[in-house]
């Protein structure tokens, strides 16, 4: 229980909107054009960008558009659009197809599903798999910790507090539809993410300070509206993909499973990277350092959570479970490929 004179207080400023995006009113004009349509045109729309273009790009762009409609922030379109009931059905098509396309083809899973038989061979295959899959040690963040220069380490700071500026209300959105002890391990992430009640300590308040560190609350609306690579919205929106449709649940928790194994051995050459360049002051290190004694923890107990789970899970849920942890390492392989190139591109 929280008590009441320590509501509200925090050390550090809030008088900035979280998260630092720009206010919107609509979608973009591209997007609204194509829900402008009937349902006919706009599966010939969908076809004609997925299957004959195969515009990757656009299909991620709109996902991240989409995306913005379940978490209210003020980067969504307005209400009064949003609650038109043929908009709703139009918006739900588009999003669905995208979905597939992403999932199943542009993500499609290298990974073969195991044969299983019970929940203790699931939870032996996930701790194996959330350590040596491909985006465990993806050579992306070798080159963070060797050669990026500072400049291209401060763009991507700016990436990583965009994608990780509303990981407490994603983790929010894997509560609904999990039962027992699944629900108390993420139940008990999200009270980690929300700093066990304490503002100064929420994750995304070690963001709001590396901003400030950087002086960068007004270059990141900037560095959104026109420079951000799309690329770094890939394993955000394969995770938003499965938290916003209500039956994949179970493979939302496989999702987030994989990446919370991810935080450490990636912030470890974060870290290292920061060293090589001198970025020693603790407001832009703390999100980074935290992370490394907290959610190393989290993974285990995620497995622990299905393992020990009342009722017992039907093979069709631990399958779902797998698929998505398979997703996951398929969105964050992808992105950290494409990063990259993209940095390598932009050396000099």
């Not at 989409?66 to 009064?80: C, V």
């Not at 059905?89 to 199943?104: A, G, H, M, P, Q």
């Not at 195991?114 to 899959?133: K, M, T, W």
Request: aromatic share 12%; glycine share 4%.
């Amino acid at each position: 229980m929280l008590k009441q004179e320590n509501i509200g207080h925090s050390r550090f400023p809030h008088d900035q909107y979280w998260p630092p995006v720009n206010a919107v009113n609509e979608f973009s004009f591209t997007l609204n054009e194509l829900l402008a349509c009937n349902m006919g045109e706009i599966t010939n729309q969908l076809n004609d960008i997925i299957v004959a273009k195969n515009n990757e790009e656009l299909v991620n762009k709109y996902l991240a558009e989409i995306y913005s409609l379940y978490y209210g922030y003020k980067d969504a379109p307005r209400l009064d659009f949003w609650e038109k009931p043929e908009v709703f059905s139009r918006i739900e098509f588009v999003k669905l197809t995208l979905e597939d396309y992403l999932i199943n083809s542009f993500l499609k899973s290298r990974y073969e599903l195991p044969e299983i038989s019970c929940v203790a061979q699931v939870g032996d295959y996930l701790r194996f798999f959330v350590e040596h899959n491909y985006g465990v040690n993806h050579a992306f963040f070798d080159f963070v910790a060797d050669e990026m220069p500072e400049q291209q380490i401060k763009e991507f700071l700016l990436l990583e507090v965009i994608r990780n500026e509303v990981v407490d209300d994603e983790v929010a959105l894997m509560v609904p539809g999990l039962q027992h002890s699944m629900k108390q391990v993420v139940v008990s992430n999200l009270w980690d993410e929300c700093g066990n009640g304490a503002i100064d300590n929420f994750h995304t308040n070690w963001l709001r300070r590396l901003l400030t560190a950087h002086d960068d609350w007004s270059n990141i609306l900037e560095y959104r509206a026109g420079q951000k690579p799309w690329i770094a919205s890939i394993s955000s929106n394969s995770f938003n993909a499965v938290l916003t449709t209500r039956f994949k649940c179970y493979r939302a928790y496989g999702h987030f499973m994989t990446t919370e194994a991810w935080v450490a051995p990636h912030f470890k050459k974060i870290l290292q990277g920061m060293d090589r360049v001198g970025i020693n002051d603790q407001n832009v290190r703390v999100y980074f350092d935290a992370h490394m004694r907290i959610d190393p923890h989290h993974a285990d107990e995620m497995i622990e959570g299905l393992l020990k789970n009342t009722p017992e899970l039907a093979q069709v849920v631990l399958y779902d479970i797998i698929k998505g942890a398979h997703q996951a390492a398929m969105a964050g392989e992808v992105m950290y490929d494409k990063l990259l190139e993209y940095f390598r591109g932009n050396e000099h």
